[in-house]
């Protein structure tokens, strides 16, 4: 029995009103996770741009260490 399974046989033992809970919420998650998904995907070459942009000021000695104390 996979880890699926075997937490859907778990949720099945719960009252009605939980397992629609706990079904809505698998459902968002399952959504969710698709539009980012979709929108990762579809960044590729922003990201890219962006990524050989800080290099580029990196290489250029235009960048300043950050230190959390002075965020």
Do not use: C, V, Y
């Amino acid at each position: 029995m996979t880890k699926l399974e075997k937490a859907f046989a778990e949720a099945s033992k719960l009252p009605k009103e939980e397992q629609e809970m706990f079904a809505s919420w698998i459902l968002e998650e399952i959504a969710s996770e698709r539009q980012w998904t979709t929108r990762f995907a579809g960044s590729h070459d922003r990201l890219s741009k962006l990524a050989d942009e800080a290099l580029e000021q990196l290489n250029d000695d235009r960048t300043e260490e950050l230190t959390p104390d002075e965020l």
